[in-house]
């Protein structure tokens, strides 16, 4: 975080879930974007200014990331799934970190147990946020849409 080598407690059942439902959603929606989208799951790093943070998953735009490189290129949509370890982070330093990121128009902060998502979008005049508790999730950019269900359900099921 902001330069220092941060240690991060293990995922939860929960979470692991959760990641895996929102990457197989995102994976499933970027085939019908253009220009080309590609998802990422966990690991993949987003830069910014002076750290590298690793969402859960993400979205990138454009040309796909490289097979050695270790950052999207052009994030679009980062991902975080709340641990307990890791809530402030993901609610602070990283949220603002985003922010000042130009490519990176959504982020979305999922609750495992709750079912309930922060969707962080860039507007015209700022960051606008809304909590979503129930139905579609409309990313444009890139052009995408998710919906709560989809991903409770499928965690659920796993």
């Not at 993400?58 to 949509?77: H, K, Q, T, Y």
Request: with cysteine.
């Amino acid at each position: 975080m902001d330069g220092r080598i941060v240690a991060m407690a293990p995922d939860r059942g929960a979470n692991l879930r959760i990641n895996g439902a929102v990457y197989r959603a995102l994976d499933r929606a970027v085939t019908e974007v253009v220009p080309p989208c590609q998802a990422l799951p966990d690991d993949a790093t987003a830069e910014r200014v002076k750290a590298i943070d690793e969402p859960d998953a993400l979205v990138n735009r454009g040309s796909p990331m490289a097979d050695d490189d270790i950052a999207a290129p052009n994030p679009v949509l980062v991902v975080d799934v709340l641990s307990p370890g890791a809530a402030s982070t993901d609610t602070g330093g990283k949220l603002a970190g985003y922010c000042n990121v130009p490519s990176i128009s959504h982020h979305l902060i999922f609750h495992p147990i709750r079912r309930v998502v922060t969707h962080h979008r860039r507007a015209a005049t700022g960051i606008e946020t809304r909590i979503v508790f129930e139905g579609p999730i409309v990313l444009a950019p890139p052009g995408l849409t998710i919906t709560l269900e989809t991903i409770y359900g499928a965690a659920t099921a796993m």
